[in-house]
């Protein structure tokens, strides 16, 4: 099933030309969302070594994913959780939904350190 899922998100991400919207160094979000337990908040670090986007949501989660347009495909492991996040990337923020496994999909809205300090 979750490789089903897996395989689903990859093949939905649309494919365009490619943009750079972290470069080479690590960016940080603030980010919220609603999760299966209410909402939720966590400081996003990302890093970008090649075509690959390393992520870390606070010390409890982490990821990898990679970028194709304006969206980004992330899978996601941390505690007992795993799942797959699709973010849309718009200028200093990151708007993406997400699965876990458990039939329902959530979302989460991450705001880059400037946007986030407005």
Known sequence: MFRFLLAAVFSSVAVSAQVEPFGKVLDKYECSGMGAEGRYHYTLTIEKIEDNYFFRWGNDYEGVGFLQGNRLAVVFWGGRTHGVMLYEVRPGQLVGSWAGGDGKV??????SGLQARR
């Open 106 to 111: 959530y979302s989460e809205t991450c705001l």
